[in-house]
């Protein structure tokens, strides 16, 4: 799927009138399965960014389009339609605390499902198969018929990702998908993510707070601050200068990225 940001303003709903905007005029293209890596720090808008796109925030000003389609002029009908082509994997996922595993992995696939197609999918597990290879990718296929509430935080943060390999989608977008696992875990669930959204053609945007893993297993990473682009480069373009400017402690203090000296870049080349 296409992603195109055109000056694109998002607010969080709660926040306050006079607040500045979280996301605030983006311009942003993302091409049909390229992966993309979101990092900034606390605060910066990754997480409005992907709502944005995720056309769960409707922008306050300027354009978000997904394959050339503005979300927010389509039918309700349509807008549903749409939201089933894409999958958003929240910080913490939303798993039913008794609902065993292979039924919450199953509901990867409820987005894209009618009505009755999903009631059936919460009732009867369907393609027990499917949950259990999606879970192997995360090393969890034992825990298939565990209940969601007898896991560990980051296993149950690992069949929320589980659950995309379930879905259809055209756009995995996913939030912080390794605050709770160990660097180990964190490569694989990370590899796991880019190879199957690349055998799929499924474009990949991914917010993380592991700056080593964003350039190790991204070819392109943007950096946001204050809602808005520090930096779009390939990873081996990304310096420690750059990352040292986007994390940069605020106290007024934002320096000009082209004035820092330039660096050897972090990573040998692209991924
Ligand atoms: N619940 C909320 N109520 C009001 N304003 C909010 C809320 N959540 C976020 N915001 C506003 O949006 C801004 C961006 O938040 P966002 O969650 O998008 O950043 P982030 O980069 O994902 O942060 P983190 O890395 O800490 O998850 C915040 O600085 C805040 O101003």
């Known amino acids: 799927m296409r992603i195109a940001l055109a000056a694109a303003v998002g607010r969080h709903p709660a926040a306050r009138a ?6 605030a005029g983006l311009t942003l293209d993302i091409a049909p399965g390229e992966a993309l890596a979101v990092i900034g720090p606390s ?18 000003a300027g354009r978000v389009e997904l394959d050339g389609t503005d979300p927010w ?17 929240p910080q913490t996922p939303p798993l039913p605390p008794r609902q065993r595993v292979v039924t ?4 990867g696939r409820l987005p894209a499902m009618g009505f009755w197609q999903s009631l059936a999918a919460l009732v009867h597990a369907q393609d027990i198969g499917a ?3 999606a ?26 990702l589980a659950r995309a390999l379930l879905s259809p989608a055209a756009l995995w977008l996913v939030d912080e998908p390794l605050s709770a696992l160990d660097p180990a875990r964190a490569a694989q ?3 796991a993510l880019r190879d199957e959204a690349a055998a799929r053609g499924v474009t990949l945007v991914a917010s993380l707070h592991q700056v080593d893993a964003a350039l190790a297993s991204f070819p392109r990473v943007v950096g946001l601050r204050d809602g808005r682009l520090a930096f779009d480069l390939p990873a081996a373009e990304v310096t420690p200068a750059r990352l040292q400017a986007l994390y940069a402690a605020r106290e007024d203090f934002a320096p000009v990225i082209e004035d820092l000296p330039a660096e050897r870049p972090l990573v040998a080349g692209r991924c």
Request: proline share 4%.
């Open 18 to 23: 006079d607040a500045p905007a979280a996301i």
């Open 43 to 60: 605060g910066a808008g990754k997480t409005t960014l992907l709502q944005l796109i995720a056309a769960a925030l409707r922008p306050s």
């Open 73 to 89: 002029t389509l039918p309700r009908a349509a807008l549903q339609r749409l939201r089933g082509r894409l999958f958003l994997a």
């Open 104 to 107: 919450a992995v199953t509901a």
């Open 131 to 133: 949950a259990e290879a």
């Open 135 to 160: 879970l192997a990718r995360f090393d969890l296929a034992d825990k298939l018929f565990e209940r969601v509430d007898r896991l560990s935080g980051g296993e149950r943060q690992r069949v929320g």
């Open 189 to 191: 669930a990370l590899a």
